[in-house]
């Protein structure tokens, strides 16, 4: 069985997480969590989205929520 994380391709965050619309939800490799907080927060200030984020094992779910 594979390992999730290696399933998970590290991708740009930013144009990915500015065209969600609410209630999208993206899957990220654990070690991009800390760039995910970052970008969430930039995007939330800059442009009104909301973010949240769940993370089970080594996959981080980001869901639009506003």
């Given amino acids: 069985m594979k390992n999730t994380e290696t399933q998970l391709t590290k991708r740009a ?3 990915i997480m ?13 070690s991009q969590y800390r760039s995910i907080s970052v970008t969430a927060s ?9 973010f949240s984020k769940r993370t089970t094992g ?3 779910e ?4 506003l």
């Fill in 13 to 15: 965050l930013a144009p």
């Fill in 62 to 65: 980001v869901k639009r929520t």
């Fill in 42 to 50: 930039n995007l939330t200030i800059e442009e009104g989205k909301k």
């Fill in 58 to 60: 080594n996959v981080v």
């Fill in 18 to 30: 500015r065209a969600m619309a609410v209630g999208d939800i993206e899957n990220y490799p654990k």
